[in-house]
């Protein structure tokens, strides 16, 4: 059952961070105007199971008169409202208060702020920990986002001749994270990677929506486009076993994928993310309306 509607409100960000799915930079574009936010809203409605609307980027912050308005909208609107952050203009209580406290007035429930290396190093008093701080203060529900570089985990089995390393830190081995974070790291047989354990692609609880229209069900997966289409006939319409990316990831994963739609596999692969990411953009071309934006896939 679909629960949650998820905005790329933008693609746009002030950060370039390597672990990064979306390839988000200052220089990505792709933001959403207030008329496309409120189409989309309404066709969240008649949905009929959405109660969450998040608001992501890129980073939403950089266009606050639009987040403020469309956390206001979708709150009048009765969703639930998280946004997830950066908080990088919290550099004071004092700053943080000004940019939050609108959006408690506007109706927003709950903020995820990212507070790790890859955005602030090792600064413990940084923008996401005083916006945490501030945000519990003014009574939003908050917790952090903390994703660290990839390290190898040798379980306790390795010593025995059992088990394998594990990668560790909670990076997701798609878009700038496959450039950037992946090299030197232990491998699998690509015959293993037969399950897709990050999504549910046959009944999703949540998808993400962005600027151009993309309806993604995993970043850089589409099954519509809802300037197309309308949002909530694309969401009852959807059908994974004649999707044709979606179909051999259910079947079987990326190792099932690759034996369906020809891709030629490496020996190995970090996980099965990492499997399906590369075997995906290997093939973008041959199901353009399917394997989109291509900015994610670091194509554009």
Not at 52 to 70: T, V
Not at 94 to 107: I, N
Not at 249 to 254: A, D, F, N
């Amino acid at each position: 059952m679909l629960t949650g509607i998820h905005f790329i409100l933008t693609y746009t960000c002030n950060f370039e961070c390597d672990h990064c799915f979306l390839y988000s930079s200052p220089k990505s574009q792709g933001t959403f105007t207030i008329s496309q936010v409120t189409r989309v809203l309404e066709e969240s409605q008649k949905i009929g199971t959405v109660d969450w609307i998040f608001y992501e980027g890129g980073e939403p912050f950089l266009f606050f008169p639009l987040l403020n308005e469309s956390i206001r909208r979708a709150s009048s609107k009765g969703f639930k409202v998280g946004v997830v952050t950066n908080a990088y203009g919290a550099t004071s209580e004092e700053d943080a208060e000004l940019w939050l406290r609108p959006l408690v007035e506007s109706g927003v429930s709950y903020l995820n702020i990212s507070n790790d290396t890859f955005h602030y190093g090792e600064e413990s008093e940084n923008p996401a920990a005083v916006a945490l701080s501030v945000a519990r203060r003014l009574g939003i529900e908050a917790s952090p986002i903390c994703i660290e570089p990839p390290k190898v985990i040798q379980p306790h089995s390795i010593a025995e001749g059992k088990g394998r390393p594990i990668v560790g830190g909670g990076a997701k081995f798609r878009g700038r994270a496959v450039e950037k974070l992946s090299e030197n790291l232990p491998l699998r047989p690509w015959k293993e990677l037969c399950e897709c354990p990050y999504e549910d692609l046959e009944s999703p609880s949540r998808v993400h929506v962005d600027p151009y229209g993309n309806v993604q069900i995993c970043q850089g997966i589409s099954i519509g486009n809802m300037w197309m289409t309308p949002l909530s006939e694309i969401i009852s319409n959807y059908r994974f076993n004649s999707h044709p990316i979606c179909g051999p990831l259910i079947r079987g994963g990326p190792a099932e994928f690759v034996k369906e739609l020809g891709v030629m596999p490496k020996t190995g692969y970090i996980d099965e993310c990492h499997f399906c990411y590369l075997s995906r953009r290997a093939i973008i071309d041959k199901f353009p309306d399917y394997l989109t934006p291509r900015q994610v896939y670091g194509l554009e």
